[in-house]
């Protein structure tokens, strides 16, 4: 089992910036990819960011040139950092990490962008 935690959303204006942390536990070993997805009230889950343990980073098109994701394979943590943020990134956002067949979610973080 892998358990993910979640720090750092809030509420921000538009335009400003804001950094998730996703740390790991429990069965980390093999740990292939993490990353964050999002879902914003009424919508389906998306996928935001991805990373893998040999570093391949993909972002979902309407991220590209905002946000920035990077890993501390060390700490077992993941990072989402956002900058000019807007309204419809107003969404709860999921950590997730995928080992040996299995996805792991974390229990999400409220990011909310006013205008």
């Known amino acids: 089992q892998v358990q993910l935690v979640e720090s750092g959303g809030g509420l921000v204006q538009a335009g400003g910036s804001l950094r998730l942390s996703c740390a790991a536990s429990?069965?980390?070993?093999?740990?292939?990819?993490m990353g964050w997805y999002r879902q914003a009230p009424g919508k389906q889950r998306e996928l935001v960011a991805t990373?893998?343990?040999?570093?391949?980073?993909m972002y979902a098109d309407s991220v590209k040139g905002r946000f920035t994701i990077s890993g501390d394979n060390a700490k077992s943590t993941v990072y989402l950092q956002m900058n000019s943020l807007k309204p419809d990134d107003t969404a709860v956002y999921y950590c997730?990490?995928?080992?040996?067949?299995?996805?792991?979610w974390g229990q999400g973080t409220q990011v909310t962008v006013s205008s």
């Open positions: 997730i990490a995928d080992k040996s067949g299995a996805r792991y």
């Open positions: 990373i893998t343990r040999g570093g391949t980073i």
């Open positions: 429990g069965s980390i070993f093999s740990i292939n990819d």
